[in-house]
Nanobody, 122 residues
């Protein structure tokens, strides 16, 4: 069973940067595609970014493209570097993992972290 633990959330001001990390255990990290979703209060969960198991291909939502960077770091960690944060980025951020890229990008995987809160004050 995959276990995902996020860290790095917090309260920042608009324009600041923040780096989220997600540590995976329970399965072979390299066999899994990884991604990030977020959910703001009163809104549906939305896709943020994903990285394939080969660490080469990355994908972003239009709302974060050019500001956020997803990467696989080390043996079992995926990170989300968030720059030029906006108040609209305020949400709980969830790490996801899946053996197929479609399950990650579509959010249909069963493997989710508990989430970490990011609050951006304007």
């Amino acid at each position: 069973q995959v276990l995902l633990v996020e860290s790095g959330g917090g309260l920042v001001q608009a324009g600041d940067s923040l780096r989220l990390s997600c540590e995976m255990s329970g399965r072979t990290f390299g066999d899994y595609h990884m991604g990030w979703f977020r959910q703001a209060p009163g809104k549906e969960r939305e896709f943020v970014a994903a990285v394939r198991g080969n660490s080469v291909a990355t994908y972003y939502s239009d709302s974060v493209k050019g500001r956020f960077t997803v990467s696989r770091d080390g043996a079992n960690t995926v990170s989300l570097q968030m720059n030029s944060l906006k108040s609209s980025d305020t949400a709980v951020y969830y790490c996801v993992a899946g053996p197929t890229f479609g399950s990650v990008a579509g959010g249909t995987t069963d493997s989710w972290g508990r989430g970490t809160q990011v609050t951006v004050s304007s």
